[in-house]
């Protein structure tokens, strides 16, 4: 079992591998850095924007087909933002908050895709082998603790532009330190080093975030991609006849991809969703 587990896991490596393996070293300047994740981060972020074209290039009054699902992707993730952060804070935030969420939600479900993590490089066939994939062609950009490391701090430094925006630099040090409550005398005196260490927790809180955002995203996709592989190949691990395994590798994995296809709409949601909670923290306060 334990040596299955391994193999498994041997299947994704942690760190993303060149996507452009057919080319010799050295030979075109941009295979140093085309990883297979960035080859669809790209795939994904064209699709998404060839989308928005289509769907915006003839406008009319009353929308129908392509027009009526973009404007309803727009409305309600507008209005989610909107009763979290406000329509003053979302007339900012709505750009990066929903390209977060269509970018992940997208590269989320592109990994269910056939042949994403299946297809690449291997020791049996070479190139395009199905068979113990060890470098796959493509391969989900979420599942690159790298891009999901890169989202997170774009989204932490646009949460700092605007709280710094809204409420000043020496606004945002006085709300994480200054003394709560409106008590005054010798009591403001004696609470001043306990607001000081909760301030220190919290300044630590907000570095932590990209960590745990980056983490959270990762660890899920990459969960899920391990066990779609799981599944596909439980008939071979466990040693049935070559026919028995084709047909599980067909059908024992449908219900995870239900599963996966809901996971991946919830962990872009969450991820959204977070982010715009950290800006109302800091930016939206009550009179």
């Known amino acids: 079992m334990m040596a299955f587990h391994m193999s498994v896991l041997a299947a994704f490596p942690l760190k993303a591998e060149s996507a452009c393996q057919f080319f010799p070293a050295g030979s075109l300047s941009f295979t140093a850095w085309l990883s297979n994740s960035i080859l669809v981060s790209i795939l ?26 973009f404007e309803m992707i727009v409305e309600t993730t507008l209005n989610l933002i909107e009763g979290i952060i406000g329509k003053r804070m979302a007339q900012k935030a ?19 895709l056939p042949g994403v993590g299946t297809i690449g490089w291997g020791p049996e066939a070479g190139f395009l082998t199905v068979r113990e994939v060890e470098i796959p062609l493509l391969r989900p950009t979420t599942a690159d603790l ?71 995203l990762y660890g899920n996709v990459y969960a899920g991609e391990v066990l779609m592989h799981t599944m596909t190949d439980l008939g071979s691990s466990l040693g049935l006849s070559r026919w ?21 709409l919830l962990q872009a949601i969450v991820f959204m969703l977070l982010v715009a909670v950290y800006i109302q923290l800091s930016t939206v306060h009550s009179e």
């Open 146 to 216: 790298n891009m999901t490391l890169g989202l997170a701090v774009v989204a932490m430094y646009f949460w700092l532009l605007w709280t710094v925006q809204e409420v000043g630099f020496f606004g945002l040090v006085k709300a994480l330190f200054e003394v709560k409550g409106g008590v005054k005398g010798m009591l403001f005196f004696i609470l001043i080093p306990i607001f000081l260490f909760v301030g220190v927790l919290e300044v630590i809180s907000i570095l932590v975030r990209p960590v745990s955002l980056s983490l959270r």
């Open 94 to 112: 709505f750009g990066l908050l929903a390209s977060l969420f269509l970018f992940i939600l997208c590269s989320n479900w592109f990994g269910l």
């Open 244 to 264: 028995a395994s084709a047909l599980m590798s067909v059908v024992v994995p449908i219900p995870f991809y239900f599963l996966e296809l809901l996971i991946g």
């Open 44 to 69: 994904v972020t064209g699709s998404v924007l060839l989308f928005a074209c289509r769907s915006t290039a003839r406008l009319h009054m009353i929308p129908g087909g392509m027009q009526n699902f």
